[in-house]
């Protein structure tokens, strides 16, 4: 399998290097971003094969980067997946006015399985990968 880019949108450092960690244990490259003006550059420049958002994100709340990202041609075909810390109830606002799949949206504290399950799932990782 190619090595497949997954860029990390999280502004929490420690979770950030948790993530790109685990990503990279399992053969993907990463590119991390902090804020919403790194994601916005990074997601064009970098031109990841996934992103995953953080919802709650400083200088741009993740459902505007999220909305930034589906609305420009060089990202929109991207899969995102939206990680948080919002409860369900929260969420349910943004899922419907951004038109977000649900299977899509990973709740805090993350279990890294099931999120590498839909990673691998949008990226033809390996099989059997769990």
Avoid: C, H, W
């Amino acid at each position: 399998m190619p090595n497949k880019k997954i860029l990390i949108i999280e502004d929490d450092r420690n979770v950030n290097e948790v993530i790109k960690e685990n990503l990279r244990a399992e053969g993907y490259l990463t590119v991390s971003a902090y804020d919403g003006a790194q994601a916005t550059q990074y997601a064009n420049s970098e031109k990841p094969d996934l992103i995953t958002l953080d919802i709650n994100m400083p200088a741009g709340k993740g459902d505007v980067i999220y909305e930034r990202l589906k609305k420009l041609e060089t990202t929109r075909n991207i899969p995102v997946i939206i990680i948080t810390a919002q409860s369900p109830e929260n969420m349910e606002k943004i899922i419907v006015d951004k038109n977000i799949r649900k299977e899509d949206i990973f709740y805090k504290p993350i279990r890294f399985e099931k999120l590498l399950e839909k990673i691998n799932m949008y990226l033809g990782g390996r099989e059997g990968a769990s």
